[in-house]
C-alpha cells in the first residue's frame, strides 16, 4: 500500500481506489483524499492558509459503509456547489448514537483552477463499495464515476 494511505487499482471505466488505517476515522479520512486527488492534483494545490476554505460534512446512517457513502457524495456536492478543490482534512470523526453511525468532517479547500485539474468526478458508486476490519486496521474499497 503506498504510504499516502491509499492506491488507486485497475478498473474498466472509473476509478476505483482502497484507502486504508488504523482506525476507522483513519480509513475515511484516506478515502476522501484519494477522491480529492482523483480531482485535483492536491499534491500542487497551494497549501498556504491564505484563501483556505473550510467546508463541513455531517451526515448520519445505519452502517458504515452507508456512513461512507454519504460522506464522500456529501464532499463532492459541496466542493462542486462552492467551486473548490478539497485537499486536506482539518478534522474528522465517527460516533455512534441510537443505532446511527455519524460522521463530522471539516475539509480545506481551495478555489477552483483549471491547472490543478484532474477528472471530473460525477458521483461515488454504492456498487462494490466495501469496508473490511482486519487486525491492522481498516480498508475501504471506493468506485467513483467519471
Known amino acids: ?20 488505517g488504523g482506525t476507522i476515522e483513519a480509513a475515511f479520512k484516506n478515502a476522501f483524499l484519494a477522491m480529492f486527488n482523483t480531482m485535483a492534483d492536491i499534491g500542487k494545490l497551494p497549501k498556504s492558509k491564505a484563501k483556505t476554505q473550510k467546508l463541513t460534512i455531517n451526515d448520519s446512517a445505519r452502517t458504515l459503509e452507508d456512513l461512507l457513502w454519504f460522506g464522500l457524495q456529501d464532499a463532492l456536492s459541496v466542493t462542486d456547489a462552492e467551486g473548490v478543490y478539497a485537499y486536506g482534512i482539518a478534522s474528522l470523526s465517527i460516533s455512534t448514537s441510537m443505532g446511527e453511525y455519524n460522521i463530522n468532517a471539516v475539509l480545506k479547500a481551495k478555489k477552483k483552477e483549471q491547472k490543478f485539474s484532474k477528472l471530473d468526478v460525477k458521483g461515488v458508486s454504492q456498487f462494490d463499495l466495501k469496508i473490511v476490519k482486519s487486525a491492522k486496521g481498516y480498508g475501504v474499497s471506493v468506485v467513483l464515476d467519471v
Request: no cysteine; net charge negative; charged share 25%.
Open 1 to 20: 500500500m503506498a504510504q499516502k494511505g491509499y492506491k488507486y487499482v485497475e478498473h474498466t471505466a472509473d476509478v476505483e481506489f482502497v484507502a486504508i
